[in-house]
């Protein structure tokens, strides 16, 4: 063998043995004791209430998990950061997530507003992202391989179940809509006024809207009060919704309010008091953080040692759903085995079939031609203060979840 | 719109519009003594807000926790002037703005150290279920906030026209240098100034408090105060006043009337167009400054 091609070779051996290494543990994120994982939500400014909830939620289920030994072998280490429920910070919160802290996986804990920001760039990215609360279309709908949905729905399936309920079950054929402008909320409210006519050839009688932190409603309210519809749907946050159901017992509107699915939580009540009566919207978990089910009462006793200097009004179900789809995502990791890469990972999760951590979450199920986790929504309402469940199921075959056959 | 409907926003578009005046109040007592634009004073309301949220927790009735709020309030304007202010008022006001700006800042970062973004909630004893005037429904709290504002600018003209501290505050506004000639101690003038614009922030956070709750971003009003000011033309309490109650009825009517998008375009619009008209605001020339 000439002296060149002697030379060539012990220099390719030393490349291979100096890359194998590298190669067993080349996916981002991943080292032989530890899975990075990015999340990110709003922690300051007027959502800051999800972000909150889900930062901690999320780190108290890692605690939990790592406490029990990790996945594998591995810990799971939380990098998190705010987005400011914008869509411009959470892709730059996406960015350094992934570019600079080499992240394995994001888990997304950002209302809606933050999340359309960061769809393309993820999807470009091919990184796996697990949303935990926003219900923009664009996260599951065109379907990608690697976004998956956890706690909440689609919002065109919302759409249709808030239309059929109060066709159905509130028995009303004038709607009016008050609503938000970001995203989150004009989905909704665009999502109910669209199935109102498609379903039912329904027009809502008023739709008004508001700004985020809004402060005073008595202009939309009386449009509303002129309108004079049988149920008031109300899209927007906790805050504004106590505001505006206050103001509207002051201004003597006494017609039930139907609310989009962030505010069925304890947090309305504390803020509306006895103007929350009577309202009645859908659950994304089965036992509401203010619950006296055993369950409920012995998870938020764990919660509340964690973390015993929070408001009244937390935990709140997004705590609730950022600890449950921590655990979903940390069982897709667990069954993707030691040998852990994206691929693996998406398999493992589209393989979760009725998934959850306890009774206190919704049961989680993922499938090769759909991402949306949690199907299950329960209508509540407000009765002598406290959330109840009402008896009623939706009948309707929804169209959303045909175009995923 | 019905007349009942355009009294019931009117109501409304008022109390907005006080709490607006309160702010713009408490940007113009600096201003008028010390020539400083506050732009900590949006914190400084949400720091009343949180003070009284702490006295609240170690369970004080609310006689005391509103007077002991603006005492703590008016003792940190006081060292905001003493440790901020004062070493660097002799730079530009560009300079003094920002510092103001940053010190807002840190107040706002301090609060959400400890705190977050956690919405709290402080009963007051005044905030019970609304009653009817005639046609209009009327949330006490509403009434609350008017009055106070009613009664606030009646006591500051008194304190400007009548006490010693107040002509001094005057005095050191014309002319500092003649008013320090003259024996009144400038810097006690500085001191008192800041400590009053601070207590009367804090009493617009004590009267915000009850009705949206208490979270870092209370305060965040300060662009829509200085608009107030600046309508009723900058450094007049009763401009203060007027701009503010203008400023809300405006953004409440423009809302009702063209929708929530409007409800920021149509008042700013009014106010370019006011100082396309009269540059010194509406109030600036033609009434005696108190």
Redesign the interface.
């Known amino acids: 063998m000439p002296a060149g091609t002697r030379l060539f070779l012990a220099f390719a051996t030393c490349v291979a043995l100096a890359s194998a290494p590298l190669a067993a543990a080349a996916e981002q994120g991943v080292t032989a004791d530890s899975i990075a994982i990015g999340a990110f939500g709003p922690i300051t400014g007027p959502a800051a209430y999800i972000g909150l909830a889900g930062r901690d939620g999320a780190a108290m289920a890692i605690k939990e998990i790592n406490a029990a030994g990790g996945i594998n072998g591995r810990k799971l280490n939380m990098t998190f950061e705010d987005d400011g429920h914008s869509p411009a910070k959470a892709l730059a919160a996406a960015k350094k997530l992934v570019d600079d802290d080499k992240v394995f996986v994001l888990f997304n804990v950002a209302g809606s507003n933050g999340t359309i920001g960061t769809i393309d760039y993820v999807k470009e990215k091919d990184i796996v992202m697990f949303v935990s609360f926003a219900s923009a279309p664009g996260v599951t709908w065109p379907f990608a391989k690697n976004l998956f949905r956890g706690g909440t729905t689609e919002v065109p399936r919302y759409g249709e179940l808030y239309a059929e309920y109060i066709v159905d079950g509130l028995k009303a054929q004038k709607i009016g809509i008050i609503s938000g402008r970001e995203e989150y909320p004009k989905n909704e409210g665009d999502a109910l006024t669209k199935q109102l006519q498609k379903w039912y050839q329904i027009t809502p009688v008023k739709r008004v809207e508001f700004n985020i932190g809004d402060k005073d409603f008595t202009p939309q309210l009386l449009e509303l009060q002129q309108a004079n519809p049988q149920v008031i749907a109300f899209f927007g946050n906790p805050a504004e919704a106590a505001i505006a159901l206050r103001q509207a017992k002051e201004l003597g509107l006494n017609q039930p309010f139907f609310v989009g699915t962030t505010m069925v939580d304890q947090g309305l009540l504390t803020a509306a008091g006895p103007a929350a009566e009577g309202a009645t919207g859908f659950a994304l978990i089965p036992l509401l953080p203010g619950s006296s089910d055993p369950a409920m009462k012995a998870w938020r006793a764990k919660w509340s040692a964690e973390y015993p200097n929070l408001p009244p009004n937390r935990p709140n179900i997004f705590d609730v759903l950022a600890y449950a789809d921590m655990y979903v995502l940390a069982e897709g990791i667990r069954n993707a085995g030691k040998d852990l890469t994206s691929a693996k990972l998406i398999d493992a999760l589209e393989n979760i079939h009725d998934y959850r951590v306890g009774p206190i979450a919704s049961p989680r199920t993922f499938a090769k031609n759909h991402h949306i986790g949690n199907l299950g929504l329960q209508p509540m309402q407000v009765r002598n203060g406290e959330w109840v469940r009402m008896p009623w199921q939706s009948k309707r075959p929804s169209d959303i979840l045909q175009r995923y056959q | 719109m019905?007349g009942r409907?355009a009294l019931?926003?009117a109501l409304?578009g008022l109390?907005?519009g006080s709490i607006y005046a309160i702010v713009a109040l408490s940007l113009a007592i600096p201003f008028k003594a010390s020539r400083v634009l506050n732009f900590a004073q949006g914190e400084l309301v949400t720091l009343g807000a949180y003070i009284a949220l702490v006295l609240t927790s170690y369970g004080l009735p609310y006689a005391v926790i509103v007077p002991a709020t603006l005492l703590i309030a008016a003792a940190f304007g006081l060292l905001i002037e003493r440790l901020v202010i004062r070493p660097i008022v002799d730079a530009p006001e560009f300079t003094l703005v920002i510092a103001t700006f940053a010190l807002g800042l840190i107040i706002r970062a301090l609060i959400?150290i400890h705190w977050?973004?956690?919405?709290?909630?402080l009963p007051a004893p005044y905030a019970g279920a609304?009653f009817a005037i005639g046609p209009l429904?009327?949330?006490p709290s509403y009434l609350v906030i008017i009055g106070t504002t009613a009664v606030l600018v009646a006591l500051l003209v008194l304190f400007f026209a009548r006490t010693k501290l107040g002509k001094a505050m005057r005095a050191v506004s014309f002319n500092p240098i003649a008013a320090r000639l003259m024996g009144i101690r400038v810097s006690t003038v500085f001191g008192s100034a800041w400590a009053l614009s601070a207590a009367i922030g804090a009493l617009a956070g004590l009267l915000l408090a009850p009705?949206?709750?208490i979270?870092?971003?209370l305060g965040?009003l300060i662009s829509k105060a200085l608009v107030a000011a600046v309508i009723g033309g900058f450094g007049s309490l009763g401009g203060a006043l007027f701009g503010g109650l203008l400023l809300g009825v405006l953004e409440?009517?423009a809302?009702?009337m063209f929708?929530?998008?409007f409800?920021?375009i149509i008042p700013f619009a009014i106010l370019i167009a006011i100082l396309l008209v009269r540059p010194q605001g509406l109030w600036g020339a033609t009434h005696a400054r108190v």
């Open positions: 019905t409907i019931q926003l409304s109390s907005v959400r977050q973004d956690n919405v709290y909630f609304a429904r009327v949330n009705v949206i709750g979270n870092p971003e965040h409440t009517y809302g009702a929708g929530a998008a409800k920021e």
